[in-house]
C-alpha cells in the first residue's frame, strides 16, 4: 500500500525553465510535507517543507503547493539550473499522534535540466 | 555546524553474519531515525529513537535493531545477515520532539552489501 506516489519516474527540462514536480498521497492522516533531493551516493538534502495549514510555501527557487482536498502537491523549481539535476523525493508525515520520526516517501522522480 | 555522520560509508558482509552500523546527528538534535533504501521498495523507515528510548518501529524483522546512547548518537544492527538486506541504510536526526513540526536531516549513508 503505496500511501506517497509520485507517477511521473523521470523529468526533462531545459535550463531557465520551470520545472514542475507532482505527488499524490493517500493517508488524510498526513499533515507535514517534504521535498529532498538526492545525488547518487549521498543522502536526501531537505529542500522545503509545508504543513497542511498552508496552501503555499515559497524558499528563493522553490515553491511547494497544497491541494488537500485532492490529496496533491507540487514543486516549481523556477528558473532550473543544471545542477537542480538529481532525484527528488516527496515525504510526509503525521505530525501528532505517535508516529514519530516516520517519514513517508514516495519512490521519487529524476530531473534532468540540460544546458 | 557539522551534519549527520554515518560509519562505515562501505561494508561487505556474508550471509549469516551481522553487522552494526553508526550514526551520529547533528549537534543539539535528540531525535534519529533510520531508513532503508532499495531499488525494488524505495525509501523504508525502520525505527525512530528519542532520549534513548525507541518510539516508533517500521515494519521490519526483528532482525533489524537499534539503539541510542546518552549523546544522542545511535546505532543500528541487523544480525543473520540475508541477501535482501543489501542496501544504503540512511540515517536522519531532528532538532524537536514530536508534536512540531520537523525536518529530518540525513547522513551520507551506508552502503551494505551482502553477499
Known amino acids: 500500500d503505496q500511501q506517497v506516489k509520485q507517477n511521473s519516474p523521470s523529468l526533462s527540462v531545459q535550463e531557465g525553465r520551470i520545472s514542475i514536480l507532482n505527488c499524490d498521497y493517500t493517508n488524510s492522516m498526513f499533515d507535514y510535507f517534504l521535498w529532498y533531493k538526492k545525488y547518487p551516493a549521498e543522502g536526501p538534502t531537505f529542500l522545503i517543507s509545508?504543513?497542511?495549514?498552508?496552501d503555499k510555501n515559497e524558499d528563493g527557487r522553490f515553491t511547494v503547493f497544497l491541494n488537500k482536498s485532492a490529496k496533491h502537491l507540487s514543486l516549481h523549481i523556477v528558473p532550473s539550473q543544471p545542477g537542480d539535476s538529481a532525484v527528488y523525493f516527496c515525504?510526509?508525515?503525521?505530525?501528532?499522534?505517535?508516529?514519530?520520526?516516520?517519514?513517508?516517501f514516495g519512490q521519487g522522480t529524476i530531473l534532468t535540466v540540460h544546458p | 555546524k557539522a551534519g549527520v555522520t554515518q560509519t562505515p560509508r562501505y561494508l561487505i558482509k556474508t550471509r549469516g553474519q551481522q553487522v552494526t552500523l553508526s550514526c551520529s546527528p547533528i549537534?543539539?538534535?535528540?531525535?534519529v531515525s533510520w531508513y532503508q533504501q532499495t531499488p525494488g521498495q524505495g525509501l523504508q523507515f525502520l525505527f525512530e529513537y528519542f532520549s534513548e528510548t525507541q518510539r516508533n518501529k517500521g515494519n521490519f524483522p526483528g532482525r533489524f535493531s537499534g539503539r541510542q546512547f546518552s549523546n544522542s548518537r545511535s546505532e543500528m544492527n541487523v544480525s543473520t545477515l540475508e541477501l535482501g538486506d543489501s542496501a544504503l541504510y540512511l540515517c536522519a536526526s531532528s532538532p524537536r520532539g514530536q508534536g512540531t513540526y520537523n525536518e529530518q536531516f540525513f547522513g551520507p549513508g551506508t552502503r551494505l552489501t551482502v553477499l
Open positions: 515525504a510526509a508525515s503525521v505530525v501528532g499522534g505517535t508516529s514519530y520520526g516516520k517519514l513517508t
Open positions: 549537534s543539539g538534535h535528540r531525535s
Open positions: 509545508i504543513s497542511s495549514i498552508k
